[in-house]
Each structure stands twice: as structure tokens, then as C-alpha cells.
């Protein structure tokens, strides 16, 4: 059993940053791909970025790319989304999510193959 707890959200104002952590616990997490995914009301969820054991495997969303960091620390377990010039869209429930038998396009994609999700950390974007 994989247990996900995400911590980091909050109110930041538009160009600012954020990082958010997902701390992981469980059996061979290395080999699970982890995920950051987000819902703001109304919306759809959204896979924002994923990484598979290190930094050279790893999806964004278009809408993020070249303002989210995506890292891994496999000796803490933690999972880290570093946010910066973030924007009023950006405002939602982020979260932490691991998938056992998938890859990270599938997985950020598509939705596909997330077998565990944390609860959640509430990011607010505004002036």
C-alpha cells in the first residue's frame, strides 16, 4: 500500500511561487511513476506533471511547461513540484498521484494507470 501526503499549497499572487511536496511511503516506490494532477471547480482534472525514478523521464502539461519543476529525492521519498510565474489559472486542488504499470505520458496524459492519490493541497493564484 502507497500512501501520498502533500503539503506546500497556499495563496500566492500572480508571478509568484510555490513549491509543493508530496512525501511517499510503500513498498518499491522506485518503481512507481508519480504525478502531480489538478481540478479546479468546475473543470476537469488535469495531469500537470510526471516523473518516472529521475529527472531525464518526466511529463508536463502544455500549459505549465517552462514554469513547473518536477524532481524526485529517492532518498526522502519526497516528490517536489516547484511552481513559479504562476498565474490566476493555475488556482486549484493539486494532487499527488502514483502509478505502478504505467509510464508518464500514459499516466499525465491520459489519466491512465494511477493506482494510489493523496488528499490534496489547495493552491489559490491571486493579486
Known amino acids: 500500500q502507497v500512501q501520498l501526503v502533500e503539503s506546500g499549497g497556499g495563496l500566492a499572487q500572480p508571478g509568484g511561487s510555490l513549491t509543493l511536496s508530496c512525501v511517499t511511503s510503500?513498498?518499491?516506490?522506485?518503481?512507481?511513476?508519480i504525478g502531480w494532477f489538478r481540478q479546479a471547480p468546475g473543470k476537469e482534472r488535469e495531469g500537470v506533471s510526471c516523473?518516472?525514478?529521475?529527472?531525464?523521464?518526466?511529463y508536463y502539461a502544455d500549459s505549465v511547461k517552462a514554469r513547473f519543476t518536477i524532481s524526485r529525492d529517492v532518498v526522502k521519498n519526497v516528490v517536489y513540484l516547484q511552481m513559479n510565474n504562476l498565474k490566476p489559472e493555475d488556482t486549484a486542488v493539486y494532487y499527488c498521484?502514483?502509478?505502478?504499470?504505467?509510464?508518464?505520458?500514459?499516466?499525465?496524459?491520459?489519466?491512465?494507470?494511477?493506482?494510489?492519490w493523496g488528499e490534496g493541497t489547495l493552491v489559490t493564484v491571486s493579486p
Open positions: 516523473i518516472f525514478q529521475s529527472e531525464s523521464t518526466t
Open positions: 510503500g513498498p518499491e516506490l522506485d518503481y512507481y511513476t
Open positions: 498521484a502514483a502509478g505502478g504499470m504505467t509510464t508518464v505520458e500514459a499516466m499525465c496524459g491520459w489519466d491512465v494507470g494511477v493506482d494510489y
